[in-house]
């Protein structure tokens, strides 16, 4: 079992940056992979950034690919997604996610849920 905590979004404007942060409890956090998603009102869950447990091999959504980096601190339990270069379009509510296969882009492939943290990027 997981439990996940997001913190640090909020009110930016374009061209800013934020740093998001996900605390982890439960034993497993070491062993999971973990992924950060968003979502927009009237939208889909998106994909945005993944990382193996071992913190290796990055991967990326399209539309954020160079402008995001996600980490982790495994000492921590935590997992930071950077954000610079923000845009309009990013605004949404992000989520952090546990689960056991990495790479993955797909919701259905995490275990485990945040709340989720609001991020908004005024233009």
């Known amino acids: 079992q997981v439990q996940l905590v997001e913190s640090g979004g909020g009110l930016v404007q374009a061209g800013g940056s934020l740093r998001l942060s996900c605390a982890a409890s439960?034993?497993?956090?070491?062993?999971?992979?973990m992924g950060w998603f968003r979502q927009a009102p009237g939208n889909e869950r998106e994909f945005v950034a993944a990382?193996?447990?071992?913190?290796?091999?990055?991967y990326y959504g399209d539309s954020v690919k160079g402008r995001f980096t996600i980490s982790r601190y495994n000492a921590k339990n935590t997992v930071y997604l950077q954000m610079n270069s923000l845009k309009p379009e990013d605004t949404a509510v992000y989520y952090c996610?546990?689960?056991?296969?990495?790479?993955?882009?797909?919701?259905?492939?995490?275990?485990?849920w945040g709340q989720g943290t609001q991020v908004t990027v005024s233009s």
């Open positions: 439960g034993r497993t956090f070491s062993s999971s992979a």
């Open positions: 996610a546990a689960g056991r296969k990495p790479y993955s882009d797909s919701v259905n492939d995490y275990d485990y």
């Open positions: 990382i193996t447990w071992s913190g290796g091999y990055p």
